[in-house]
Each structure stands twice: as C-alpha cells, then as structure tokens.
C-alpha cells in the first residue's frame, strides 16, 4: 500500500482510492479556476439568490400595479359594471348565473381562500427543494451513462433551456408592447405570457386573450391602443409559436400536433398545471424509450415506419 512521510518523520499508510478522490477533487477545483467558473455550491448558491431577487422583484412590481389599479376607483367602477352587465347577458340568454351579492366573506369561504394559498405555497416550497436537492447532487455536466440515458437528458435539457430562453423573450416583448400602449398590469401579463408558453399550443391562446377585460373597461386607452393591445401580443405569439420555435427546436423534436395535445391532456389531467407544462419532455421521454425498447411490436413499427 503507498505510503508517505509527514512532518514528524512517521510514515503512514494512504488508502489509493482517497488518493485518487483528493487528486480528481484537486483537478477539478484548479480546472474551474483555470476557466473562471465558481465551485459548485457556491455556483448553486448564486443560483438561489439570483432567482430569489428576480422574483421578489417581479412580485413587488405585481404588487405595485394592483395597488395602482384598486385605487383607481372609476376603472373598479367600471370593471364592476362590465362584470354586472356580462351577468344580465348570460341570464337573459337563457344561462342561469346564481351569484353571491353580498360583498362580506363567510367564514367557510376565507378558510377555503386560505387552504388554496397554502396548497400553493406547499407545493411551490416543496418544487423548490427538490430543485435544490437536484442542483447539489449534479456534481457531473451529464448525470447519467449509457447511450438511451444520455440522449434523453440531452434531449430533455436542450429542449428547457431553449424553452426557457423563448418564453423569456415572448413575456419580455409583450410586457414591453402592453407598457408601450399604456395597458394596466402590463407586467403581470407579461409574466403570464411567459409562464404560460411552456404549455403547447393551448399556453400562448390563452395568453393573447388575458388581458380582454382590462382593455375593454379602460375608457383612457384609444381605439388604436385597445386594438394593438391584442394585435401585438398575438402577432409576438403567433411568430414565436409557428415560426421562431419549430426554426430554433428543428427535427430534433419530431413531434406531430396531435401528439403534443394528447401529451397535454393526459400529463395534464395527472399532474394538473405541472403536467402540462411537463408535457413535451415527457412526450420526448416516451419517444425516445419506445424507440429503444427491445419488443416484437416496437420493431415492427420502426420497421414500418422504415
């Protein structure tokens, strides 16, 4: 076994895979200083706290144009109003609306609004720390081995981060368009339209048409801002969506729309918002299994489809 002198002159045994574990872990640490990276708690540290401003900040600023628009109190008249007069049109079409107007809480309903922000906060804690457990277990760039393993998390990986990226781009160019035509919570949609580009197809309709009530209701806002306020938000989705993102992802998808919306409602009715958004990866996931497995029907589809 080797051995080596320290500074008394006794000599002492050294275990080799010690050896090799202080000389890997000395390597490592002077390659990251070589190129400038941080060491890895340090880097998932920065991580935390980057994320943790960036979304203190964006709350504050929710927070500001809520406060902005409950205190205008001629557009919450007017939003009331527009509410009350959608109430009518249903009831007189035919669509019985039953509504509460008393405009006092009940003890049952503040205990159901405060069990719903605690679901919330549970399950936004509870993402949070596995995210964190995830991030200080990846010591490696690739986790895992084996040729099937590596091609999903490169699959998996290439399609977040690119995901991540547009959907930035779309909730900035449309929180800037909103802000531009001077449409209250242009913020707050401008983070919807992000968070909500990770759900296919479905994700960016939904976003275009969030700020209707808003636009309609505000009597300051002209024709032309009233119209850009959809025109331009749409046009932002509908480059991203049908252009930008099939060009950026190409063939290494290779995903019909069909399969994305049947990959949608089932991960979505398992996982609910999760699910859908978790969607395309899992459908790749799927894809990629499939095409390894080793089964009679499974070859004979590749064969056919050869």
């Known amino acids: 076994m080797p051995c080596e002198q320290d500074n008394k002159g006794e000599r002492r045994a050294i275990d080799p895979a010690r050896r090799e574990a202080e000389a890997t872990g000395k390597g490592l640490a002077l390659m990251n200083l070589k190129l400038g990276a941080f060491p890895h708690g340090l880097a998932v540290l920065g991580t935390v706290v980057v994320f943790f401003a960036a979304f203190t900040v964006l709350v504050l600023l929710v927070v500001n144009e809520l406060g902005a628009l409950l205190a205008d109190e001629e557009f919450t008249a007017e939003l009331d109003s527009f509410k009350e007069n959608i109430f009518v049109s249903l009831n007189e079409s035919g669509i019985k609306v039953v509504r509460d107007l008393d405009p006092r809480y009940t003890s049952e309903e503040l205990n159901a609004y405060f069990d719903l922000v605690m679901a919330v906060f549970n399950a936004f804690a509870l993402q949070v720390l596995l995210t964190l457990y995830i991030m200080f277990e990846k010591m490696e760039v690739n986790m895992f081995t084996g040729s099937t393993m590596s091609e999903i998390e490169k699959q998996v990986k290439g399609y977040i981060s690119l995901k991540t990226a547009l959907s930035f781009l779309t909730g900035l160019v449309v929180a800037l368009i909103l802000v531009a035509l001077q449409v209250k919570l242009a ?28 636009v309609i209701v505000d009597k300051n806002l002209e024709q032309w ?16 969506g049908n252009a930008l993102e099939p060009m950026m992802f190409g063939k290494s998808l290779n995903m019909t729309p069909m399969s994305i919306l049947a990959a949608l409602v089932i991960w979505g009715s398992v996982w609910g918002i999760t699910g859908a958004i978790l969607s395309v990866p899992m459908l790749a996931i799927q894809k990629i299994l499939l095409t390894k497995a080793n089964h009679p029907l499974a070859k004979q589809v590749r064969e056919e489809k050869q």
């Open 187 to 214: 913020v707050m949609f401008g983070i919807l339209s992000f968070v909500l580009n990770y759900i296919p197809n479905v994700g960016s309709m939904i976003a275009m048409f969030l700020p209707m009530p808003i």
């Open 225 to 240: 801002q009233k119209i850009g306020a959809f025109v331009g938000p749409g046009a932002v989705q509908a480059y991203v």
